[in-house]
């Protein structure tokens, strides 16, 4: 493979910020764009030769033989992309279903590649033949990458932008029914810079009332200091059954001791507690049980304390998936106030679908 810009390249990362940014503060304005939730992906692709690199450069070649095929196919000969893989069910995008895909048997791969079939959707433009587009401005870069896929297949897209603020409100607050992440702003000024926080992403803004069901000791945890590494979280179902939503995580050391001794009166034996029926999953992971092992996990040690659901917590979130918190949630405040049995899943917000066919058409 010989091409302007070469493997391993870390990608360009967002940082945060409460709403859509106004684009008179930025020189050249702002792009704006769906926020896929997927796989980060770099492609290199170099006459047959592709290769597909995830956000931390490690390869993803071998799990994704569809999308690899695709991109030989209607892409140029030698072009670096940067973008997104995502698997779409039905009208949304299915983030657990992904992660299914990284297998390590091929015949397993091959099978999911089948079944569950994996898309791509580029939105930035790093190389293309023998000119390296590192350097300029997102604006240029942009206009190459609709040149370069002017007849995306069923398999590649290239992302929808708009440079009207009022309208990417309207994506952040409509995306989310196809599964999508929130919005990505870009400045149409700048150059592309490998793990720099140069884009600037939004999401939704949530908060729920919770019940804590237990915590997993922090990494950095000792016996004679133990420190408070995540609290786990439950909503109550229609049934009665108290359901693991998600965890609640990045505290202060300080903080993590103090919540040791705060939470120590309500710890009991896993044979009491509403998750006791899991006690025998320790090793395995049937159902992402909390504090259980995954393949997901690597080996950690994800064993955690029960606790009596007796406290609520205010916590917040940005979004779904499923039945869980997709990302993890933000410690607001204790809510002394509620009693743990109206914690329930009809607090959740219940948002409207959306087409995730119309999200991927070209933009208008």
């Given at each position: 493979m010989?091409?302007p810009v070469?493997?391993p390249?870390q990608?360009?990362?967002?940082k945060?910020?409460?709403g859509?940014?106004?684009?008179?503060?930025?020189?050249?304005?702002?792009?704006?764009?769906?926020k896929?939730?997927?796989?980060?992906c770099l492609?290199?692709?170099?006459?047959?030769?592709?290769?597909?690199?995830s956000?931390?450069?490690?390869?993803?070649?071998?799990?994704?033989p569809?999308?690899?095929?695709a991109?030989?196919?209607c892409l140029p000969?030698k072009?670096?992309?940067?973008g997104?893989i995502?698997v779409?069910?039905?009208d949304r995008?299915e983030?657990?279903?992904?992660q299914e895909r990284?297998?390590p048997?091929a015949?397993?791969i091959k099978?999911?590649?089948e079944t569950t079939?994996?898309q791509y959707v580029a939105?930035d433009?790093?190389?293309?033949?023998?000119?390296?587009?590192m350097?300029a401005?997102?604006?240029?870069?942009?206009?190459r990458?609709?040149?370069?896929?002017?007849?995306?297949s069923?398999?590649v897209h290239?992302?929808?932008?708009?440079?009207?603020p009022?309208?990417?409100q309207?994506?952040?607050?409509t995306?989310?029914?196809?599964g999508l992440?929130?919005?990505?702003a870009?400045?149409l000024?700048?150059?592309?810079?490998?793990?720099?926080r140069?884009m600037i992403?939004?999401?939704q803004a949530?908060?729920v009332d919770?019940?804590?069901a237990?915590?997993?000791?922090?990494?950095?945890?000792?016996?004679?200091?133990?420190?408070?590494g995540?609290?786990?979280?439950?909503?109550?179902?229609a049934?009665?059954?108290?359901a693991?939503?998600?965890?609640?995580?990045s505290?202060?050391a300080?903080k993590?001791k103090?919540?040791?001794?705060?939470?120590?009166?309500?710890?009991?034996?896993?044979?009491?507690h509403?998750w006791g029926?899991?006690a025998?999953?320790?090793?395995a992971?049937p159902?992402r049980?909390?504090g259980t092992?995954?393949?997901?996990s690597?080996g950690?040690?994800?064993s955690?304390?029960?606790?009596?659901?007796?406290r609520?917590?205010?916590?917040?979130y940005d979004?779904?998936?499923?039945?869980?918190?997709r990302?993890?949630?933000?410690f607001?405040?204790w809510?002394?106030?509620?009693?743990?049995?109206?914690?329930?899943y009809?607090?959740?917000?219940?948002?409207?679908c959306?087409?995730l066919?119309?999200?991927l058409?070209?933009?208008?």
């Amino acid at each position: 493979m010989d091409l302007p810009v070469m493997p391993p390249i870390q990608p360009m990362l967002a940082k945060s910020a409460a709403g859509i940014p106004d684009p008179a503060k930025f020189d050249g304005g702002l792009s704006f764009e769906p926020k896929w939730d997927g796989f980060r992906c770099l492609v290199f692709k170099d006459g047959d030769e592709v290769e597909l690199a995830s956000r931390n450069t490690k390869p993803l070649t071998r799990y994704f033989p569809e999308v690899v095929a695709a991109l030989r196919d209607c892409l140029p000969d030698k072009v670096v992309l940067d973008g997104e893989i995502f698997v779409a069910m039905g009208d949304r995008l299915e983030f657990e279903v992904l992660q299914e895909r990284i297998h390590p048997a091929a015949s397993r791969i091959k099978l999911l590649s089948e079944t569950t079939p994996a898309q791509y959707v580029a939105f930035d433009l790093l190389a293309l033949g023998d000119d390296d587009f590192m350097s300029a401005p997102f604006a240029d870069r942009r206009a190459r990458l609709v040149d370069v896929l002017t007849s995306p297949s069923d398999v590649v897209h290239v992302t929808r932008t708009t440079t009207d603020p009022t309208l990417a409100q309207e994506w952040l607050e409509t995306f989310e029914g196809a599964g999508l992440d929130g919005v990505i702003a870009k400045p149409l000024g700048a150059a592309y810079s490998p793990n720099g926080r140069t884009m600037i992403k939004i999401k939704q803004a949530r908060t729920v009332d919770v019940v804590v069901a237990g915590y997993r000791l922090h990494k950095n945890s000792t016996p004679e200091t133990p420190l408070l590494g995540s609290l786990l979280l439950g909503l109550y179902d229609a049934d009665g059954h108290l359901a693991h939503i998600g965890v609640s995580a990045s505290f202060t050391a300080a903080k993590r001791k103090a919540l040791i001794e705060e939470l120590k009166p309500l710890e009991e034996d896993i044979e009491n507690h509403p998750w006791g029926e899991w006690a025998q999953w320790m090793i395995a992971n049937p159902d992402r049980v909390p504090g259980t092992g995954s393949r997901w996990s690597a080996g950690k040690d994800l064993s955690f304390t029960p606790l009596r659901p007796e406290r609520v917590l205010e916590v917040g979130y940005d979004h779904m998936e499923g039945r869980r918190f997709r990302h993890t949630a933000q410690f607001k405040r204790w809510r002394p106030d509620r009693d743990p049995q109206s914690c329930t899943y009809d607090q959740l917000e219940e948002v409207a679908c959306y087409d995730l066919a119309q999200i991927l058409k070209p933009t208008p």
